[in-house]
């Protein structure tokens, strides 16, 4: 009885072993065949323009109020980078903030990955109320006071379109993603993923205001792959590694 135990005990263990030997090897093997995808976004022409009341008002009933002129300092930040294709879901979920402060939403451009939260607190000395129509989430929080705050889940991935029923210049978007590689643009432009898996993918660019630009690229195994997008696209021209 007790060599029965002992060889149990010892078949057991050694099918540990094997089972964190393997592991090791499969996680050496995905880091030796992971690729890293470095780039950059040129924008040729200004795209960024006057804050303008948008049409969705006339489905709320609000007031259209007058723009304010504000233009963005720098293009590169109205940009989020991402990719699409297949690639696992992401590891984690965060819990970003888009704040109501001087009648606007700050930041302006939130990017989180899909499961996460956004906390909508309200630093303003007035009532708020946000809400979005877009597909991707639609939501209204209702009229709330200073120093309150509500939280929305986000599920889906897509861009949601974020506004306050009670001042109409207000505008704020939350681009939610599918998985961990996402980011948002360097002040030139320039955006680095680190461990993609080797494989074909579509490189999404979305600007605030001009929208979606995508570049199918390939990733070798273990190598390092460099890509351009253009935005706008010139004629003739086509986004390119």
């Known amino acids: 009885m007790l060599k029965t135990r002992v060889w149990r005990h010892l078949t057991m263990k050694g099918l540990f072993v094997i089972l964190a030997l393997t592991l090791s090897l499969n996680l050496v093997a995905t880091a030796s065949f ?7 976004i040129v924008i040729t022409r200004k795209l960024s323009k006057k804050q303008v ?4 008002y006339q489905l ?3 007031v259209p109020a007058a723009a304010d002129g504000t233009e963005s300092a720098n293009e590169f930040s109205n940009v989020v980078i991402f990719l699409e294709g297949q690639l696992p879901p992401p590891d984690k979920t965060v819990r970003a903030e888009l704040e109501q402060q001087g009648k606007r939403f700050e930041p302006q451009l939130v990017v989180i990955p899909v499961g996460s939260t956004v906390s909508f607190p309200n630093a303003d000395p007035i009532f708020h109320n946000v809400f979005s129509l877009s597909s991707a ?6 009229y709330y006071p200073a120093g309150q705050t509500r939280v929305v889940k986000f599920d889906e991935p897509g861009v949601v379109q974020v506004y306050c ?9 939350i681009v939610v993603v ?12 320039a955006f680095t993923f680190h461990d993609v898996p080797p494989g074909d993918y ?12 995508r570049s199918e690229i390939h990733l070798p195994a273990a190598g390092a792959t460099d890509v351009v ?12 590694r």
Do not use: C, Q
């Not at 989430?137 to 209702?142: A, E, H, I, T």
């Open 34 to 40: 992971a690729a890293e995808l470095s780039g950059r």
């Open 53 to 56: 009341t948008l049409p969705v």
């Open 60 to 62: 709320r009933g609000a």
């Open 137 to 142: 989430k639609k939501f209204d929080l209702g």
């Open 165 to 173: 029923h009670l001042h109409p210049d207000m505008y704020g978007a």
């Open 178 to 189: 599918p998985n961990r590689w996402y980011t948002k643009l360097a002040d030139d432009g």
């Open 202 to 213: 579509r490189l999404v660019a979305w600007h605030m205001n001009a929208g979606f630009f």
């Open 229 to 240: 997008i253009t935005i706008p696209v010139r004629d003739g021209e086509h986004n390119h």
